[in-house]
């Protein structure tokens, strides 16, 4: 081998220096620590010189509180600031601080469901450096024997704690294996009554209270047998998913294909499990994107949608209050309860909302602009679908094709139904779809 191009091996994880350190010229002013519930005594010599030399400390009141009181003598110069809430203010106040020394505390990884993820949204990575500790998550994964890699691990906080937990709902199935990341105490309980009406009170349940410190407590009971007990808050639910043979809750449900139309309550305007495959299919979900389901009836296509992937968003524009209603009981039965749902009537509704990566448009073809104003909007790359069943809305098709061009397909379903003694075919309308493709450039 050539010794120019010989790859250069590093002799230390970082190379860059140690900003604590007096005579450092590294530029990261800001130091993540990862702490957990065993305090100072768990962190490594790094983080612990962090900390030392740490103008400002800023952390929970709980991680503070963890600090041994012999160290607050040793730093006599140093401020240490709890949290204020909302968090976003807290952040504002760290970054004011740029060109200090700054230490920040934060639960075990920061950048798994952490302060520190927040803070690189807001900073170079030439201002900071992350220090992690062993997460929960590992941690429960340890002391279960699970193989993390197996595990789905949620954290389904939401101002509405019950709105938050039918995220879980996505991940549901027999023999799945989640970690469930609480908001408080009240979490574990009904984390519990959700599993029960959703056919899975067989499921096994851990809470680790306070887990890693000397106050660490285990809790173990099914769904069904879930104690009335009083939880510390810090804590998360481990759950090995099983199915209630014939139980009359929700079945676990495929992600990647239309589901039941059953699935869904609805009034009649839904659109059907076949065509709503080939519809999903033209859409084509791709992980970050966001749809714009335009007449969204019940909701079926932008739930189908969210479910595809777990990074999906999607807005459904509904006129009709009941059907806004049955869109919103749907998204949260069906584990997608961040569905945003936006009242009001194309075009008009959808003049401040952020530029979409696809559009459906299942109702409002015939109303003057509604078409244009979604190609409009689409961002360049972006898909339209529209389906047409009436004579006048196939009529808009065809004439919007002329403008932006596009396939046309016409879909047409028969389902076997007794007629007499025998079975004959019963055909469903037929559906035109166009599907086009925004220009990238």
């Known amino acids: 081998m050539n010794p120019q191009s010989a790859p250069r091996l590093s002799t230390t994880a970082d190379p860059r220096p140690d900003p604590q350190d007096p005579q450092s010229t590294d530029p ?9 519930e065993d305090g100072l005594a768990g962190l490594g010599d790094a983080g612990q010189r962090a900390l030392a ?4 400390v800023f952390g929970a009141k709980r991680h503070l509180a963890l600090l041994p009181a012999w160290l607050e003598g040793q730093c006599e110069q140093q401020r240490r600031e709890s949290w204020p809430q909302p968090f976003d203010v807290a952040f504002e106040r760290v970054l004011a601080l740029r060109g200090t020394t700054v230490c920040v505390l934060a639960s075990g990884d920061p950048m798994w469901f952490g302060a520190g993820a927040k803070l690189a949204e807001r900073l170079p990575p030439g201002e900071y450096r992350v220090l992690p500790a062993v997460s929960s998550a590992a941690l429960a994964a340890a002391r279960l024997g699970w193989a993390l890699q197996d595990v789905r691990v949620l954290r389904p906080v939401a101002p509405d704690r019950l709105l938050g937990l039918a ?3 996505l991940h549901l199935g027999d023999g799945v294996r989640l970690i469930v990341l609480s908001a408080d105490r009240e979490t574990p309980g009904l984390l519990a009554a959700l599993l029960r009406g959703d ?15 000397p106050a660490e407590r285990c809790i173990e009971a099914s769904a069904d047998a879930w104690p009335e007990i009083d939880i510390d808050p ?15 809750g929700a079945p676990a449900r495929a992600r990647r294909s239309a589901l039941p139309d059953d699935a869904f309550i609805h ?8 065509v709503r495959a080939v519809t999903l299919s033209r859409l084509a979900p791709r992980p970050g994107e966001l749809l714009w389901d335009v007449g969204a009836g019940c909701g079926s296509i932008g739930i189908e949608w969210m479910r595809a992937d777990d990074g999906c968003r999607a807005i459904a524009i509904e006129p009709d209050a009941a059907r806004r209603g049955m869109i919103t009981q749907n998204a ?4 997608v309860p961040d569905l945003e749902v936006v009242a009001g009537r194309a075009p008009a509704a959808l003049a401040d909302l952020p530029a979409p990566n696809a559009v459906f448009i299942g109702g409002g073809l015939t109303t003057d602009g509604v078409a244009e104003r979604c190609w409009a909007a689409l961002r360049p790359g972006g898909r339209l679908v529209a389906n047409a069943v009436t004579l006048q809305s196939e009529t808009a098709l065809v004439a919007l094709r002329a403008r932006i061009g596009g396939e046309l397909s016409r879909i047409q379903v028969a389902d076997a139904a007794p007629l007499g003694r025998f079975d004959a075919w019963r055909p469903a309308l037929p559906i035109t779809v166009l599907v086009a493709q925004k220009p990238w450039a």
């Open 167 to 169: 995220r879980v709902r």
């Open 199 to 213: 056919g899975y009170g067989a499921s096994r349940m851990t809470v680790f209270e306070r887990l890693g410190g």
């Open 53 to 56: 030399a740490a103008a400002v």
């Open 234 to 248: 810090l804590n998360l639910v481990a759950v090995h998913c099983h199915a209630v043979a014939g139980a009359s």
């Open 267 to 274: 009034d009649g305007q839904l659109t059907k499990r076949d």
């Open 332 to 335: 949260a039965a069906l584990g």
């Open 28 to 36: 990261r002013w800001l130091t993540i620590v990862g702490i957990g």
